[in-house]
């Protein structure tokens, strides 16, 4: 899975539940997001690993509802 194509995902659902996707920090190649009161690290690669991505979609699950990426 592509970065930009994660970040979009997250921040397509976000908006959709009328909840805040911010970026916070970065420090070298990974990002510090902040979906509604969830911190998530995103690494900051061309290429994100599917398992990674699903791990990341799995975080964000108490804000974006269950299930929210499939």
Known sequence: ???REL???ISDAAK???VAFD???QKGSH???VCGSTR???PKHTEVNELTGQGIC???EPEL???WWR
């Open 40 to 42: 998530v690290v995103i």
């Open 7 to 9: 970040i979009k995902k």
């Open 23 to 25: 970026l916070v920090r």
């Open 16 to 18: 959709a539940q009328g």
């Open 58 to 60: 799995k975080t964000l």
């Open 65 to 67: 509802g269950e299930g």
């Open 31 to 33: 990002q510090t997001w």
């Open 1 to 3: 899975m592509k970065y």
